[in-house]
């Protein structure tokens, strides 16, 4: 699965891919999680399986919901309090469930 973390400039976002990437199950290890800033995603988008959506802009989901329509790619929020606590078995717990 390729995982895409859009924020609004992929700095912190960096810091919750490793805690991600942390807690991926030995099946995932293969998985490809990255973070990339809203600006990045429209030279991007066709390349992921999943996007999730940095709580920062979440007023961009509309956007980002009418770019992926054609990939059918699954985007979800990222949790607030995960996020700002780097939860990454928190974040990969809501992943699985898309």
Request: proline letters at 3%; hydrophobic letters at 40%; one cysteine or more.
């Amino acid at each position: 699965m390729n995982i895409l973390l859009v924020c609004a400039c992929g700095a912190s976002t960096t810091i919750v891919v490793e805690a991600m990437k942390e807690n991926l199950h030995e099946d995932e290890k293969d998985w490809f999680i990255e973070a990339k800033s809203v600006q990045e995603v429209k030279d991007c988008i066709g390349k992921y399986d999943a996007i999730l959506v940095a709580p920062q802009i979440r007023y961009q989901k509309k956007m980002l919901e009418k770019l992926a329509a054609p990939y059918e790619i699954k985007i979800a929020d990222i949790d607030p309090s995960a996020y700002g606590t780097c939860n990454g078995k928190k974040i990969m717990d809501a992943v699985r469930k898309l």
